[in-house]
């Protein structure tokens, strides 16, 4: 028996029906160039259940404790319940995939058994097959699922580890070719602080840092702290921020990290930044559309790693720092700014803590959240409008027993409060979104992929990057930017029109407007013909490899 | 707003993530001669999906209102999320089939949506497909769901009716067509008797049967009451009798019912007593290869409709009586017999009651249940050992659509206590068994259908049907009977060898037994080489159709 921290823990405790606390993903990958697909998906599935040997916690179950909850080995590891062969319907389009994978990421993991399902999926086209992963969040967060997908994949085209990926093999080999002898995290007490009050006492000493910390987050609560946000301050209640059902959709698309990166270094901004900016720009897009847009901005809960360098053991070292997203404002480099600021005082925060210190902290400022999501006030007192999570993926296109890995499109967490989630991966030249939503309050999660979109061109255009380009109306009709990095662009006079409606007469569109809201009601209308057209319209020739982003409808 | 009934809401009431309350199964068909799979299967879901008048409860959810549950409109009912569209990895045999329907049963229904899930299922072979369906039992019971099935198909191969299975225009035609203007259950507040104490107002006048019945079954528990097998009394543990965890195992299986009615009719006996004895003899092979066939019988719980003829309408109007499954008799026509008499007793004491009489005595008698399984201790105390349902279904082949109904195999409900259910369904000439286990506690159900052939075999000696077959290990072989209603048999030497050993020397098999146990011995060394080359064995060729059975590993 191990003891689960207390960070792993909570996902458990909080868990519900409707409320599921896996974490996980599509892995995409294209069959290698001779392989037999029946022959090749036998072998990778008996790869797979061939595991005897897992590295924790994948070959334990969960057992409650008096003193809190434990893992404990399952010595009857049924691995032909763990390791799944699935098929889409044909045509086997990417529709059909984030339909299975919404259904998949929707259902409870079994408590009795080791909490991960991997899941081989056939039937699609141009010969590539998918793996969905679905690992409970207390067993792993994002950078440790990174760590997992690396172990198991190969650099080289031809090679072939003989292990699986949650194999103690995998994890050993993995851990020593990357960070060899080096130390790892130096103190284990410090990674697996039991609970808040021995944390306390150990940290009694030198708790200068943290009280300074708690101190300036308290001031946030009354405006003297800066650009520092906080959770809970002035968070505004939009459809995002609702009580969730038990069902999900999922979508992905991925976007040329080099578009990316082009703009971040004409706008001196971090790629955190500006995928921030970008998902701040869909979420004003979304709402502006559904007449909802607050006054307040939303704020984005966007978690920072606690890991030191080399600590591949954690199963969550993870602190948030509060982006606010501006949605409130309207010129799009104003609200990048914005982000940036309060992404910088979040990080000063943190940054004059130890890692230990951090983890305290964030065990202290999150108890609130972990109160009002168990008293069920989640989506009375939204913390945050919702999670927008950058995890640092490969920087090498990867193989798996010589598949070549197209793209990574996690899929996490919602709760009650906020209902979607927003988390992506670097991965080579690719930042790969994947989106999960509530089915239920958020029909048309779709919208936010073509807004990302629309919101990245934008801040090109701003980062003086392809200021003339086509109408983003021209671009519907099928025109192609043939080069990576650069994009279509949005007409900015569409956007403007939306927005000084807002200015002038505050959001409320439903009735019929007269002169002055003329051009919002041609927004909204256009808002709702694309809606309805969505379904048909021509697949958009983005530089985006592969091609996803067929709605899951 | 309609009030749950308290029978339906106890289902409610009773699940856990552990036990899912929903019941289904897998209806298998073939298609059409002349249609194309991906237009015919397209056009079933576009059948499905624009349903937009359901017959109760299927357009509602349920909502906790102060003095109970109820059933409330679903006015955003999403037909994609309820209608789904999934296929099966090559090389699609039963065998994925079951994997899948396993799965699929094993996930909880969305509370927040209405109970039900319809899967159609492409990629089997020889141009069948599958519906499976998961319905919670609060919303149905057997006799409904048959009545659904019915009200989908059409007995004449070119039957369209234009409606689907959950439409009330289905329903409504459904029960005009079978039932005309006959009056229906002639006391809706018969039917539905809202609580205990309520019921008991009602029956204060009419309480003499009642209170007859209560007292006879009260006997029983000091074995004064002749035949009558109850719960809890002398209800052995076994494998089976556990705590289940999470996940399920479904296999199924037809038997031509022909050979049942032969035996019934050379035995005097009811379809239902055969069935149970072709049960009580699987059950009985399975201990006895696991060396834990305990000295007490098992008792299967066997519900029997309470709904008067014409009712359509009602969720569940289902009693129990208990079985005595006489597990510990050696002879099999003494077995029969024993279960007969078990099963007469239950019902003389039913046939007392009027049927609201009956729903109440169900209330009352069942009420320990209801308290055990909230107090989690269903499987310390279990009230029975198994569940054998016997549902009557269409006599008539049907179709839908044009596509033939091949099968209809149910899939139903275990927990804490009982970790198995077999259920069938009397379809046309054949017998369809479904059986599901939970897939920790029982890992091996495949090798019940197995025992279920064996057992009936064993009957169809002992009625004189097939006394001088071939021996079963020359049938192993592959010797095949040709004709329907003629079975292969099994060696009646074989079954005495096992039987005289425990008559001798009571069930503990595991130490090496020197002389007298040497019969034993050697059964239990052959119970085990079957287990390991079960998955390797020639299919048998017994007069089965469609051939199911393929273990679901």
Redesign the interface.
Known sequence: MRRIDLASAGFLLLEK??TPMHVGGINLFTLPEDADE?EF?TSLRTLLRESTEFRKPFGEYVVTGKSGLFWEKDE?I?M??HV???????PGRYR?LF??AS?LH???L????PLWELHII??LQNRQFAVYNKIHHAAIDGVGAMHITQAMCSEEPDGSPSYAPYSREAYEVYKQARFGNAPRSADPSKRDLRNVLEALKQQYDSSINLATAMRRFGLAFVGRSGNLAVPWHNVPKTSINTRV???RRFVAQTFAFDRVKAVCKAMDATVNDIVLAMCAGALRRYLLSRDELPLHSLKAMAPVSLREEGDVDSSNAIGFITADMATNVYDPEKRLRTIQESMRAGKDLLRELSPAEGALFMQLTQLPALLTSILGLGSKFPAFSTVVSNVPGPRKPLYWQGARLDGIYPASIVFDGFAMNITLVSYHDQLDFGIVAC??SM?QIQRIIDHLEDSLAELEIVAGISGSGPRASDNRRGSRTPTKGKARTIGKAKTRAKVKTKATTKTKAKAPAKSTTAAKTKATAKAKTKTKTQAKRPVRKAAVKPKLGTPD?
Do not use: K
């Open positions: 029906r409707e029946q998906l009857h049924d032909d319940y799944r062969h699935s098929a889409l319907p044909s059909e339909a299975l259904r929707t259902t409870l079994d408590r009795t058994r056939e039937g059902s038990g069902a089915r239920r029909p409808r």
